[in-house]
């Protein structure tokens, strides 16, 4: 079983539709990230989360430690959001990461 | 601006051949950085940790000789892919944890695509 689960695998979504992808980790962690690569392969990070919640731009991401469940919505989505979508948990006392397998998404105009 | 600098980003050799891609951290310096490898339409596999003026950590599976690390500097990790072979071909990246300031954040290399012939 991996560490870190990310649903859906696939998602494709018509053009400002509300959309969220769900990830669910087994490890303690000191954060979480979400991390958007796009076709070309780039990866970057997109939020850095321990608690609560937070907000950039369209893109909000959530937390909840108790049930070691993490949330990233997009709002109002675009074609340009089109990208995989990756969460990964960093193991607490230590420097693992472990990643999820990633969400595809397609937005389509 | 790039936090982090991989290169090259894309490389086509011959099988039998070494390759060499760098990983610079360009804004802070860095005692470890992660290799990992990815297959299309698969998830990021960590294949390393680089850990500067020491050996690496290895995942299971993945082989030292095969895979060589050196973290030389704290701004510059190399793998070295040696006698590549065709099914050596996939997509490398790089990933640099700042543990200082905010720690934790991660910053990833551009990628580096290889294609053994």
């Known amino acids: 079983k991996n560490e870190v689960e990310q649903s859906p695998q696939n998602l494709t979504a018509q053009e400002g539709e509300f959309i969220t992808i769900n990830c669910s980790y087994s490890?303690?962690?000191?954060?979480l990230h979400w991390l958007q690569q796009h076709p070309g392969g780039g990866i970057v990070s997109l939020f850095m989360?321990?608690?609560g919640k937070k907000k950039h731009g369209r893109l909000i991401a959530t937390i909840n430690i108790q049930e070691k469940h993490s949330s990233l919505h997009i709002t109002a989505s675009h074609p340009r959001d089109s990208a995989v979508y990756i969460c990964?948990?960093?193991?607490?006392?230590?420097?693992?990461?472990?990643f999820g397998t990633g969400t595809s998404l397609t937005v389509i105009p | 601006g790039a936090v982090v600098s991989q290169h090259p980003s894309w490389v086509i050799c011959k099988s039998g051949t070494s390759v060499k891609i760098e990983c610079r951290s360009l804004d802070f310096q860095a005692t470890t950085m992660f290799w990992y490898r990815q297959f299309p339409k698969q998830s990021l596999m960590l294949m390393a940790t680089?850990?500067?003026?020491?050996?690496?950590?290895?995942e299971q599976g993945v082989e030292k000789d095969k895979f060589l690390i050196n973290h030389a500097s704290l701004t510059l990790s190399t793998l070295t892919v040696t006698s590549a072979h065709p099914e050596d071909s996939s997509f490398y990246i790089c990933s640099v944890p700042r543990w200082a300031g905010v720690p934790g954040e991660l910053f990833f290399g551009e990628g580096s695509r290889l294609t053994v012939l």
């Open positions: 680089s850990n500067e003026g020491s050996k690496a950590t290895y």
């Open positions: 490890v303690g962690i000191s954060a």
């Open positions: 990964a948990a960093h193991r607490e006392n230590g420097n693992q990461f472990y």
């Open positions: 989360l321990s608690s």
